[in-house]
């Protein structure tokens, strides 16, 4: 996976070990808050917080021996900014092949920024029946929030500007476990022509 056109990498974030700790301490506390599992399930927003509810609840059947219900949730349809990405979005589905009634249920995501993916997921997730509560929890909150939306767990809260961007490669989608800040370049400057000289005219 490279960095979107007109980005370059600034920082890494996270390294590969990092990153496995970083879900390890968030499978901890989602097990603190939430002894009883019975009825707790991760629901991850495509397309990288599936594999990453996918490890959570792996790391919390290591930790426990009782893996909590994993489910996907494709949010395409849900978005405010439908029209606007693509003629034909790609549609990769919503799976939550269980009963979402009365239960805990963790979104999870990679990245928090303006708040309005996450909008978004709850809204579908409400169409599927009523959670007793709804959790987030993201690897990385960057922050410039647009609506009040908050993370319960978090990976890693950095700053950012607008300017920037934030790449989470995960080794089921991209081959690599990073998380990259990246800068957005300076447009080359062109040289100014030069002025021409106006023709002589002929004596």
């Not at 949010?75 to 003629?87: E, G």
């Not at 939306?149 to 978090?154: E, M, P, R, S």
């Amino acid at each position: 996976m490279g960095e979107p056109v007109g980005f370059r990498p600034r920082q890494e974030l996270m390294d590969a070990s990092r990153l496995t700790r970083t879900l390890a301490r968030i499978a901890h506390e989602i097990v603190e808050r939430h002894p009883d599992l019975e009825r707790t399930a991760l629901v991850g927003v495509r397309t990288r917080g599936v594999p990453l509810a996918r490890r959570l609840a792996g790391l919390i059947k290591a930790a426990v021996g009782l893996a909590p219900r994993v489910g996907a949730l494709d949010i395409t349809l849900y978005r405010d900014d439908l029209t606007t990405i693509a003629p034909n979005p790609v549609m990769k589905g919503t799976d939550i092949p269980f009963s979402i009634d009365g239960w805990t249920v963790v979104l999870v995501d990679d990245v928090l920024f303006t708040g309005r993916t996450i909008r978004a997921a709850i809204d579908e997730l409400i169409d599927f029946g009523r959670p007793a509560r709804i959790e987030l929890a993201v690897l990385l909150d960057r922050g410039h929030r647009e609506l009040p939306i908050h993370a319960d767990y978090v990976g890693r809260a950095v700053t950012t500007s607008r300017d920037e961007n934030v790449q989470v490669t995960l080794a089921e989608e991209d081959g690599e476990d990073r998380v990259l800040l990246l800068e957005r370049q300076a447009a080359p400057t062109r040289p100014k022509p030069g002025r021409k000289r106006p023709a002589r005219k002929a004596r």
